[in-house]
């Protein structure tokens, strides 16, 4: 269930709302899924872990295949790889929520939680490379803005968005 948690709230929402077509909600439930593992594709990189829940994640395979092919800069090979797929998954979002009835508020509901976890990450990424420890408030803004609004509440708005739910509610 962890794996597929914004799929199922995206469901979710748009059965409570009175969504009726499931092929709409299919899509943006995958996008949600693709979007997020395409984030966490970059966030590894960044982070430099080669595990993700228990596997290798994805830029560790790359340089693993790089090193068995006798290619050159085989870590360097792995991350770049990384960040097109991520880069791939992120394009194969947009264009599924291209083909989607409410596509234009679904879209610009999805960049704008996206330009904050991008602007989050990046406050994410300087707390663990400083010397300096990050206050309580910083981390608790960095993960309401970041964790919370990504896993939370734009799987709740998209499914809610979709099937029709009234602005003030949403």
């Not at 080669?50 to 295949?65: H, K, M, N, V, W």
């Amino acid at each position: 269930l962890h794996k597929h948690f914004v799929y199922v709230i995206c469901f979710f929402l748009y059965v409570m709302y009175g969504g009726s077509s499931f092929q709409d909600a299919l899509q943006v439930a995958t996008a949600m899924e693709l979007s997020q593992s395409a984030v966490l594709v970059h966030v590894d990189i960044m982070d430099n872990d080669r595990t993700r829940r228990g596997f290798p994640s994805l830029y560790a395979q790359y340089e693993d295949d790089a090193l068995d092919q006798g290619i050159a800069h085989s870590e360097e090979f792995g991350k770049s790889m990384g960040i097109v797929v991520g880069d791939l998954g992120i394009f194969m979002t947009h264009e599924l929520f291209g083909s989607i009835q409410h596509s234009p508020r679904l879209l610009q509901t999805y960049s704008l939680i996206m330009v904050d976890l991008g602007i989050d990450q990046m406050f994410d990424y300087q707390f663990g490379m400083s010397e300096n420890e990050p206050s309580c408030e910083e981390i608790e803004n960095m993960y309401t803005h970041k964790t919370a609004r990504y896993s939370f509440v734009l799987p709740f708005l998209l499914g809610a968005i979709l099937a029709g739910a009234p602005d003030e509610e949403l």
